[in-house]
């Protein structure tokens, strides 16, 4: 009884914790982790586990494809140099920044490397969560690094695995792993979203193809770790393949209910990694003496201040070198300040992924058991803790200290300037045949004063009001197509795009289902 009692606690507080944070004044994903770490006091609370498996092969690829599917693609096009920088080799130098100091704390280099493979990713979740305040082109920045470096770390996890159950490895091989884990995965992403879109653009009920979509991400991650492939790449390619496409094809009514589905659904796996996490603290350090928690907690705030450490230096040291490298004038357009860079560090925040990481490290291997696996669970943790409690809950203060949200051009006039441009196509559009139909001259005029929102809604619809209805939703069609049509020329950024298709897809309903009404009520009268 007290287990079911304490899921629905844990239940409870996600969906209560955006008012929470609005309460203490703190981001909502470290209320919950102190709410985890409190609820570890509950007597229930010892026999819940982060399992390993299911959060990376079941919650990580719903996260992650979602995730993904958001990403702005303009941006990503633009800043895909920082991107890979950030999500390759940055990964492996704060793996190895974290084990040198994990062996200086007692921890066999084998171990080390394990824990430096777990804390060197960020946590998309986590940056979701914490980063919503950055203009789009940074939030994408670090979105799409999330998105990639799980794929880093987990090879590099693999390799270390590897090596304790006797195997040789070196630079070359692990390099040769690396690529080949990469390549492969972006085919597997790219056969599936292929395979996807060809589903999607038959299937026109809205119950198959948000049943599709949550197909998808196991489509393409399940045959890519199959083959030793990484899942997560396969992922997130096949997210990036589906997300313009597949606005294409599909109707707004699908993509609303699809929409509330995923945001739902990711709002509540991505709480509960941060309250089950919180969860571990009783169970980790009840496996150790005081004396070893007291010295490991000191240690583990080391790792965290290193990891942090690193990845500033990173940030200015790549943007250097990239500097050094591109001297074009477009180049200095994508250059980011170095109050800029010092958000970007600071926003790199680690979550439920990294305990899920350090916890797939095995019990034994050969039958002895893995060196210091207790020691990397606790050092784990406390990295986590250190980036969610202190970075996260002090991010907004450094994001008004940075002054970033001044930088980005007025998002209202850029609202403006699309919504004219629609409102020009869609005029043009009227001349379309297509579009016009076997519409009467009366029913364009409607059309165009835009008395389709005050005619009747009162009694028996008119042949008129439905033509009215007909030729407004031909028109909605051609105005997503336009809007669709200019991100892909990168005259519209991707953010921009989902608001206002949003807005499109949501009058798109209303009509769709007053044109139903009207169907139903000429089929009663008869």
């Known amino acids: 009884m007290q287990m079911q009692l304490l899921l629905v606690t844990i239940v409870c507080l996600i969906a209560v914790s955006p ?8 981001p909502a994903p470290t209320v919950l982790f102190l709410a985890g770490c409190l609820l570890s006091a509950v007597p229930a609370a010892a026999h819940v586990e982060l399992p390993p498996e299911f959060v990376l092969l079941v919650v990580l690829p719903v996260l992650l494809f979602w995730e993904g599917y958001s990403t702005s693609i303009h941006h990503l096009r633009r800043y895909w140099r920082p ?6 080799p940055l990964v492996l130098l704060t793996a190895a920044a974290a084990a040198v100091v994990a062996h200086a704390a007692g921890l066999p280099w084998i171990a080390a490397w394990a824990l430096g493979a777990a804390v060197a990713p960020t946590d998309a979740s986590a940056v979701a969560a914490y980063a919503r305040a950055l203009p789009g082109r940074w939030m994408t920045v670090l979105r799409a690094e999330s998105l990639i470096n799980d794929g880093t770390a987990l090879v590099v996890l693999a390799a270390v695995i590897a090596v304790s159950h006797g195997e040789s490895t070196d630079g070359w091989s692990f390099g040769v ?10 085919a597997a992403g790219l056969l599936a979203g292929v395979l996807g879109l060809l589903v999607l653009r038959r299937v026109a009920d809205p119950m198959v193809n948000g049943a599709v979509a949550v197909a998808l991400p196991f489509v393409a991650a399940v045959p890519a770790e199959a083959v030793h492939a990484s899942g997560v790449v396969a992922v997130v390619t096949c997210a990036l393949t589906v997300s313009r496409r597949s606005r294409r094809i599909t109707t707004g009514r699908s993509r609303l209910q699809a929409y509330g589905f995923w945001e739902i659904t990711t709002f509540l796996l991505g709480g509960a990694l941060f309250v089950v996490s919180g969860l571990q603290v009783r169970s980790l350090f009840t496996s150790v003496d005081t004396a070893a928690a007291v010295r490991l907690v000191g240690w583990g705030v080391a790792i965290a201040v290193v990891v942090l450490a690193v990845r500033a230096g990173w940030l200015f040291v790549s943007a250097w070198a990239l500097r050094l490298v591109d001297r074009r004038p477009v180049q200095r357009t994508l250059r980011a300040p170095a109050r800029i860079r ?4 600071w926003a790199g925040m680690r979550g439920g992924i990294s305990m899920a990481v350090a916890l797939t490290v095995p019990v034994a291997v050969s039958g002895a058991a893995f060196p210091g696996r207790a020691e990397i669970l606790i050092l784990t943790f406390m990295v986590v803790a250190m980036t969610l409690l202190v970075q996260g809950a002090t991010l907004p203060l450094v994001i008004r200290w940075s002054r970033i949200a001044a930088e980005d051009a007025d998002p209202q ?7 004219q441009r629609l409102a020009d196509h869609a005029l043009a559009a ?5 579009v016009r139909g076997d519409a009467s001259p009366e029913v364009i005029e409607q059309v165009l004063a835009g008395l389709h929102d005050e005619h ?3 009694g028996q619809p008119t042949e008129q009001d439905r033509h009215v209805t007909r030729v407004r939703l031909r028109l909605l069609e051609e105005m997503r197509r336009e809007l669709v049509a200019m991100a892909s020329r990168d005259e519209v950024e991707d953010s921009l795009m989902w608001q206002i298709q949003e807005r499109l897809d949501h009058e798109e309903a209303r009509w769709a289902v007053r044109l139903d009404d009207a169907g139903h009520s000429e089929a009663r009268s008869r």
Do not use: H, M, W
């Open 413 to 419: 006039a850029a609202l403006r300037r699309v919504d």
């Open 430 to 434: 009227l001349d379309i045949p297509s």
């Open 456 to 458: 009747r809604r009162g």
């Open 342 to 345: 010092i958000v970007l560090a």
């Open 83 to 88: 991107v890979l920088l950030l999500g390759v």
């Open 177 to 186: 792993d690396l690529l080949r884990s990469y390549a492969v995965g972006l």
């Open 19 to 26: 008012a929470l944070a609005r309460l203490v004044r703190l």
